[in-house]
């Protein structure tokens, strides 16, 4: 048993058909619109309002909503009107499944608790590193950061995993890293399968499809959301009175075997589970 999500553990376990999860999903994607989504639909603002918006989410760490009143495109009252009906038209995957005849609410109670009681061991002690290293605010914001732009930039639903430390690195479809220096010093790596890549290219590259685009093209997308990343951390890091520059991002070649953590740095590895059960890994090379 791993980290999973309710619908793949209820596919595992053969209670529902991965047709009859997908269709759940759809439902849940007719019925659950985005805020964005939701504000073009009530004619509040443009498609291009959002990719401005959206282009913005790239340099600064704030909500859509929050951004969309920042530009004057919503009110506060537009935006709280949004966030309730958000909330009162949301539907669990749960709910979904029922409404589409994968399971009663009977069987929907019964599989909830086995999943809970199976998914206990795997619940994560939050964005919060395993040992101090003298400037865990910062770190802890990273880690924190990493998730919300997994969120915004690859529109992608997860479940951040338990913080551990490391002595190796383990070889994965791609890594890219960042230098970042100044007043703390420190190694940010993503660690990405070859799904992974291909779903980070499509959404930076706003393409339907990246089957035909060349390697180097799907190895640039990966080292650019390091740098969105990056480049939010060392905007909110300068917030806290935190100088932090950061290098251009580069590719980590590893060998089959590992790559063994430097010396002198406190070495951690932060998986975020995705809903399909890939995994981005956030790797953090602290200087001590």
């Known amino acids: 048993m791993a980290v999973k999500f309710f619908g793949q553990y209820l596919v595992e ?3 529902i058909t991965m047709d009859g999860l997908r269709n759940a999903v759809e439902l849940q994607e007719k019925r659950n619109l985005k805020l ?3 504000a073009m639909e009530m004619g509040l603002i443009s498609v291009a309002d959002i990719q401005l918006a959206h282009n913005e989410q790239m340099t600064r760490d704030v909500k859509l909503g929050d951004l969309l009143v920042d530009r004057g495109l919503l009110s506060p009252a537009q935006l709280n009107d949004l966030l309730v009906r958000q909330k009162n038209n949301h539907l669990y995957i749960g709910e979904a499944l029922i409404q589409t005849g ?3 609410e009977t069987s929907l109670r019964e599989h909830l608790e086995s999943f809970s009681a199976t998914q206990a061991i795997y619940a994560p002690t939050g964005t919060r590193l395993p040992i101090t290293t003298g400037n865990d605010p910062l770190w802890e914001m990273c880690l924190d950061l990493t998730c919300s732009m997994v969120t915004r930039v690859l529109d992608l639903k997860h479940r ?9 690195i383990h070889p994965n479809h791609m890594l890219a890293a960042m230098e970042l220096q100044g007043d703390v010093t420190a190694r940010f790596i993503i660690s990405v399968s070859e799904k992974l890549q291909k779903t980070i290219a499509r959404a930076m590259l706003s393409e339907w499809s990246v089957e035909h685009e060349p390697a180097e093209i799907l190895e640039d997308t990966v080292r650019e959301f390091a740098n969105v990343i990056c ?5 909110k890091a300068s917030q806290a009175g935190v100088v932090m520059d950061i ?3 580069y590719t980590v070649q590893v060998p089959p075997a590992g790559l063994p953590t430097p010396d002198g740095y406190g070495s951690f590895i932060f998986p975020i589970h995705l ?3 890939d995994t981005l890994e956030l790797i953090l090379l602290i200087q001590e």
């Open 13 to 15: 376990q053969g209670t």
């Open 247 to 249: 290098l251009p991002p």
């Open 275 to 277: 809903e399909d059960g």
């Open 231 to 235: 480049g939010n951390i060392a905007a």
């Open 36 to 38: 964005g989504e939701l």
């Open 160 to 168: 951040p995993g338990t913080c551990m430390p490391i002595t190796t």
């Open 102 to 104: 994968a399971l009663t």
